[in-house]
């Protein structure tokens, strides 16, 4: 996709990482059309976040890519120790629980990045979009009616622009956006994809070992014949060459040399937690890794960067399609960078072996009870959780959920279900309670979330009146 020397755009988003591309996929079902440029050529080639959490999971599958999410990855292995190439037992890596009606998805869901970065940009392609490869931000200004920025290819103008672009955003130091953080760990990481002789190495266990220089460890890629390699260096530096690559594991492991038959990617880095200080400056947000840097211990990086997307895409689509006042925008920020920091200290946590990998890393207890858009509670729900999933006929409520629109959902009450005003509300109704929800009026918002809840309908107009919603009158 070439640009032009001068385009416009409603919303252009910087990156094509699984942040960016989650929120032009969730734009383009709202139909509002967004720019992605991305500086390199193709999209990112590593496996780095491989850990998709549940909470995730459910996310993509309402962006309509669960089912290539379930074809393409799978289960975590289960851990191996090793010493002295003798294996010591098995242990779990994380919490697994089976699916229930409320909570589908009991585990995380292993696949490399690079695989949920092109079942992305399919379901984007699918939608109408696309992105501009080869792209680079060199400058941004902004006023009051939107955002002029400089590519290599030319200039776009903008109504939003939205830093999608990494830990080393452009466009977060182009603003001046501190970033503060620490450092998780002194020690250099060596993280590389491989690919191991099959008769050297089972694929049924993420392999482990700890050594006097290190660890490493060697986990199989579902739907791949990959291995990632995380190795940590305790003195000295990574050598991210091929025959560095092969050299630690050939030190650290049973196996020799030889044994990696092919580095398929490789990269260093130093575990940090970092939070930018702001997520928006007037008319430019930032999202993802742009906002907030991760240790890769917790499996909470690209999940956080997924679900700023999931939590910006609405927001930007009522303000720009349904007429609501471009306040809401600041909800962005006040909702999802709580989230993001108990997140960084989660996975520093983990990092440093301070707490085990068990349910809050799985994301579904996250929520927004102390946010500016939840209001009141009914049956076993306050505004602000997240809503469960459950039978609704011959379909789920997640079903009923999926898609844009807001959903104005009955359980077990015979309280008036109003007619909405707009197509961007949808109403439902369970005729019997149901013990995630008990009973009451729940309206969930187009990211899973209960926005407002009562026992009738008092209180309801003057709630979506700010989001750009009405009930039918007369």
Not at 2 to 18: M, Q, R, Y
Not at 164 to 169: C, L, M
Not at 441 to 446: A, G, M
Request: net charge negative; with cysteine; hydrophobic share 40%.
């Amino acid at each position: 996709m070439e640009l032009n020397s001068v385009k416009e755009t409603e919303v252009l988003i910087v990156g094509a990482g699984p942040c960016g591309l989650a929120l032009a996929c969730d734009l383009a079902r709202r139909g509002v059309p967004a720019l992605v440029v991305e500086q390199a050529a193709t999209l990112f080639p590593g496996s780095r976040g491989k850990g998709i959490q549940p909470r995730t999971r459910e996310v993509l599958d309402d962006l309509g890519v669960g089912a290539a999410v379930r074809e393409h990855g799978g289960p975590a292995p289960v851990g191996m120790a090793w010493q002295n190439g003798e294996r010591m037992g098995e242990h779990r890596m994380f919490r697994v629980a089976p699916p229930t009606d409320p909570e589908p998805y009991g585990e995380p869901w292993m696949m490399p990045q690079w695989r949920t970065q092109e079942i992305l940009l399919a379901r984007l392609r699918e939608l109408g979009g696309d992105v501009a490869f080869s792209t680079a931000l060199t400058g941004l200004a902004q006023d009051a009616d939107g955002v002029t920025a400089q590519l290599s290819t030319g200039t776009v103008r903008a109504s939003y622009l939205v830093a999608a672009d990494g830990g080393r955003s452009a466009v977060r130091r182009a603003l001046g956006i501190a970033m503060a953080g620490e450092t998780v760990d002194p020690a250099p990481m060596l993280v590389a994809d491989v690919r191991i002789a099959e008769a050297a190495l089972d694929r049924l266990n993420w392999h482990m070992m700890n050594t006097d220089a290190g660890f490493i460890t060697l986990c199989p890629l579902p739907g791949t014949e990959d291995f990632q390699l995380v190795a940590q260096y305790k003195e000295g530096e990574p050598d991210t060459s091929a025959d560095g690559v092969r050299a630690v594991v050939a030190a650290r492991t049973h196996l020799d040399a030889a044994d990696v038959t092919e580095v398929r990617w490789s990269s260093d880095f130093r575990p940090r937690a970092a939070l930018a200080d702001r997520f928006r400056e007037g008319r430019v947000f930032l999202a993802g890794d742009a906002a907030h840097v991760h240790s890769p211990a917790g499996g909470q990086g690209l999940n956080t960067s997924v679900q700023d997307a999931y939590n910006l895409g609405w927001k930007l689509g009522q303000v720009l399609r349904h007429g609501a006042p471009a306040a809401l925008l600041d909800t962005y920020e006040q909702e999802r960078r709580p989230v993001a920091a108990e997140m960084l200290g989660l996975s520093t946590r983990i990092h440093r072996g301070q707490q085990e990998r068990g349910t809050a890393t799985q994301q579904l207890g996250l929520g927004y009870r102390e946010g500016p858009l939840s209001a009141g509670r009914a049956g076993a729900l306050e505004a602000g959780d997240r809503a469960p999933d459950g039978p609704a006929g011959d379909r789920r409520l997640f079903d009923v959920f999926r898609g844009p629109h807001f959903t104005l959902l009955a359980v077990g009450t015979e309280a008036e279900l109003p007619e909405p005003g707009t197509p961007a509300i949808r109403t439902h109704r369970l005729d019997e309670a149901y013990a995630p929800y008990g009973t009451g009026l729940f309206l969930v918002r187009p990211d899973g979330y209960i926005g407002w809840a009562g026992e009738n309908t008092a209180g309801l107009a003057q709630y979506l009146a700010p989001l750009g919603l009405a009930l039918a009158t007369g």
